[in-house]
């Protein structure tokens, strides 16, 4: 009909931008030029042409284009709300996101098409972190249109980043039950399922995405990324081969196969991965580049390739986040510890962050009011940072220590806890009344914790003396043998944890020792390992009738040593000031820091790193000599 109205009357500029939008519709992008600049050659500033061309210009990826067509649509026609919201658009496509917003608000003043504008805004909100803001936003448009599935999409994403998952689980089914059809619902509600270690259910959600269709690029992406959270990595590699066969210049599958190969450990290759994909717009490419880099032993251009992302992309939550690890572990910790809260804004770190009603406590004199500090991620980071439960009822605060179930019973060996500035809760429960919240890791930021100033008055966690008596009784000494405990195992689930970990078989040259007492303190399956163990060599299960840590900080007690890779154990022995060797890969987590063989946090510590990847032969026979001359033993 376009093309007899053109026939009809060429004069026309109105057929010809009618014209323009059917074939743009069609991603005939040429053809669709031709027609919007036809009716420009009628007009040189027609404002439905030139807001057309934008629009094209926008689906080709070509915002600088799209708002020099814009501006002049604006300059003809100041109050085009299509205009202003695609001048928003391109803004917000080259990452100008308060310029956005404003065109988007001006658009909603103006009372027409408010929840298209509503829409943009709650967007563009959402990228600026100002979510509260986002969520009234994307409300709106539901009151106005509550058949809007795509609001109700963008709605379940944004209480997901908050950690609301069953109000996110709701607006992704609404917005499902609005379009069964619609793929990208589908992925999403997959990956909030897989949040909730609903893996089964999310892998469902997957096939009916792909069973929608099976040639979406962002459908195999999502298989791409299911599987390698899962471990598959031979099914991640078969997916991520078609999404490259079917989209070769597409970002996220080329900063994928760089995770791929950076599992792999092939660095180099990675690197070039990711440099693909921050030429085609990735933003978590640079973080992840910086990545390998570190891990290539290039600490500085580590550090400046993430300082100049997160210059490029200040709210890029996981190129602040690596970079606050990287200055964590270089000892920069004034700068450090303030970017390591954008840990809250990276799903890598915190899929279900922790809301409350409450206010964050910044450092301020609590005049005794209660608040709330709550363990965050794994036992050992929740055994390093609780020191700062006596440094916080320093300023006046009672206590809530909520940490995990198994710490419980150890906790109360603290001196604020005995003393009544502090209780015990799980985590997981709703705790008591309280003022105020904080997270535990939050604590060295608040307190300006540097090297020299880590809280250390002595050991702060003790074992029960009944307990330690049981031990005694179950594992007695044996003459003058030394008494070493022997971790080689951290949480399986931790995502570097098949650096940090080992097996007991690399210990064995270590039961050899005599003189030595070799009494395990591994949990979980890797505590299966035992059994495997040679009749020639002995070593005693001192932790498989374990109920908790307070019963294997009783064992603890009673041993002259303890060896351990990074694990829980090794913080345990170092809160309780007994002498541990720390077992290390070459590149250790960040809190270990580098080039070190001691470490501030635990006076009582050596840490012993392993001089090239995967070198655990090379640091056992360190240990072992060190056993030899540290104990006079053969």
Same mark, same amino acid.
């Given at each position: ?7 009809? +009357? #060429?004069? &026309?500029? %109105?057929?010809?931008?009618?014209? =323009? ?5 069609? /991603? ?39 708002? !020099? ?9 100041? @109050? ?55 969520? $009234?936003?994307?409300? !709106? ?18 209480? %997901? ?38 893996? @089964? ?140 809260? @954008? ?19 910044? =450092? ?13 991620? =794994? ?14 009822? /320093? !300023? ?27 209780? $015990? ?37 003790? @074992?029960? +003396? ?60 890797? +505590?299966? %390992?035992?059994?495997? $163990? ?48 720390? $077992?290390?890969?070459?590149? #250790? ?9 001691? &470490? ?8 012993? !790193? ?25």
């Amino acid at each position: 009909m376009a093309r007899a109205a053109t026939g009809t +009357a #060429p004069d &026309s500029g %109105q057929g010809w931008v009618v014209l =323009g939008h059917a074939l743009k519709l069609q /991603g005939r992008w040429n053809e669709a030029e031709q027609a919007f600049r036809a009716a420009v050659r009628l007009d040189g500033m027609d404002p439905f042409a030139r807001t057309g061309l934008g629009e094209l210009y926008l689906s080709q990826s070509l915002p600088e284009e799209a708002m !020099r067509e814009y501006a002049m649509a604006l300059s003809r026609a100041p @109050a085009s709300i299509p205009a202003m919201v695609g001048m928003g658009h391109a803004l917000a496509a080259l990452g100008r996101n308060e310029e956005a917003l404003e065109q988007y608000e001006k658009a909603v003043a103006l009372g027409r098409r408010g929840a298209e504008a509503e829409f943009a805004a709650g967007y563009v909100l959402a990228r600026l972190e100002r979510l509260d803001e986002a969520e $009234v936003r994307y409300r !709106r448009v539901l009151a106005q249109r509550p058949d809007c599935a795509a609001a109700w999409t963008n709605l379940g994403c944004l209480l %997901q980043q908050q950690g609301r998952l069953n109000q996110a689980e709701a607006a992704f089914q609404r917005s499902i039950e609005l379009r069964p059809e619609s793929v990208s619902s589908w992925i999403h509600l997959s990956c909030l399922r897989r949040d909730q270690h609903r893996t @089964a259910e999310a892998k469902q959600c997957l096939e009916r995405a792909f069973a929608l269709d099976a040639e979406s690029v962002p459908v195999q992406l999502a298989w791409c990324q299911f599987c390698e959270a899962e471990g598959d990595l031979a099914g991640a590699w078969k997916w991520l081969r078609g999404v490259v066969c079917r989209a070769p210049d597409n970002a996220e599958a080329h900063n994928l196969r760089g995770i791929l190969l950076h599992r792999a450990d092939c660095f180099a290759e990675a690197i070039e991965a990711f440099e693909r994909a921050e030429e085609l717009g990735s933003e978590a490419a640079a973080a992840n580049r910086g990545n390998c880099l570190l891990d290539l032993g290039r600490a500085k251009e580590a550090r400046r390739t993430l300082e100049e992302a997160v210059a490029h992309s200040p709210m890029s939550a996981g190129s602040c986040y690596n970079l606050a690890l990287l200055q964590l572990r270089l000892g920069e910790w004034k700068q450090g510890w303030a970017n390591y809260e @954008a840990r809250w804004r990276f799903r890598e770190v915190h899929r279900t962050p922790m809301r409350f009603k409450q206010p964050r406590w910044n =450092g301020e004199p609590l005049n005794g009011r209660r608040i709330l500090l709550h363990a965050e991620q =794994g036992l050992g980071d929740a055994i390093q940072f609780c020191r700062y439960a006596a440094l916080v009822a /320093g !300023r006046g605060g009672k206590v809530i220590l909520q940490v995990h179930a198994p710490l419980m019973r150890l906790m109360q060996s603290m001196d604020v806890v005995r003393g009544g500035d502090a209780e $015990v809760a799980e985590l997981g429960i709703e705790a008591s009344a309280f003022d105020a919240e904080c997270p535990l890791m939050s604590l060295p930021a608040i307190f300006e914790t540097e090297i020299e100033s880590v809280p250390w008055s002595g050991a702060y966690l003790a @074992a029960d +003396a009944e307990l330690v008596a049981k031990k005694l009784a179950e594992f007695p000494r044996d003459g003058g043998k030394l008494r070493v405990g022997l971790a080689w195992a951290g949480n399986p689930r931790y995502k570097a944890d098949r650096r940090r970990s080992t097996q007991l078989k690399t210990f064995w040259p270590l039961l050899k020792t005599a003189g030595v007492t070799w009494i395990s303190l591994q949990k979980g399956a890797a +505590a299966a %390992q035992l059994k495997d $163990v040679p009749d020639e060599l002995a070593i005693l299960d001192g932790a498989g009738g374990d109920r908790d840590l307070a019963d294997t900080a009783a064992l603890i007690d009673t041993l002259d040593l303890v060896i351990t890779t990074d694990t829980s154990i090794a913080h345990l022995a170092g809160a309780m000031g007994k002498p541990v060797w720390i $077992v290390l890969a070459h590149l #250790p987590d960040w809190r270990w820091m580098e080039m070190r063989e001691t &470490s501030p946090w635990y006076p009582t510590a050596r840490l012993f !790193r392993q001089e090239s990847p995967g070198d655990w032969g090379g640091v056992v026979k360190w240990i072992k000599a060190e056993i030899s001359h540290s104990f006079k033993i053969a």
